[in-house]
């Protein structure tokens, strides 16, 4: 079994399609672990702001099997293909990481996103903050510390997540 690591935001009915992807993620991996769920601002376009978080799965699929199951829930969930890639979002699912693979196919592992955005890096670091990341061989939660905060906005939501049981 493989551990992976999955990113999930929304900026458009946030509460409904955060809930909603959870729920699918569950159906596809059985037991999942949550981050906290984030409220960011948008990053490289204006639009509203995003509610992201983290979530933590053990699954015996490929990694090409794992983003075609994430991209399906994506598109059972509203998402549309071939929008701009900066754009607002129902349901954005990413494989973050897969166990300790470095990979460019069949997509780019582990995610520049961890090391890039707080609304990815600082979900990460609550949820392991002691698993290593594959390139940079540092905790996640060194990673978070050593983050400048004042690079991207971002701050933690209650969520109620009695809906999603």
Known sequence: MARIFI???SNTERDHYIRAGVLSLKQYFGEVQLSSVYESEA???NGDA???LVAAADTDLTIADCVQVLKQIEDSHGRIRGAE???GRTLDLDLLTYDQVVCQQPIMLPRGEIT???FVLWPMAELAPDAIHPLTSQRYAEMWQAYPKTKQKI???PFNWSKCN
Do not use: T
């Open 7 to 9: 990113s999930i935001g």
């Open 43 to 45: 990053v490289g376009f």
């Open 50 to 52: 995003f509610y992201n």
């Open 85 to 87: 890639k900066f754009c």
């Open 116 to 118: 890039e955005n707080a």
């Open 155 to 157: 701050w933690p939501v």
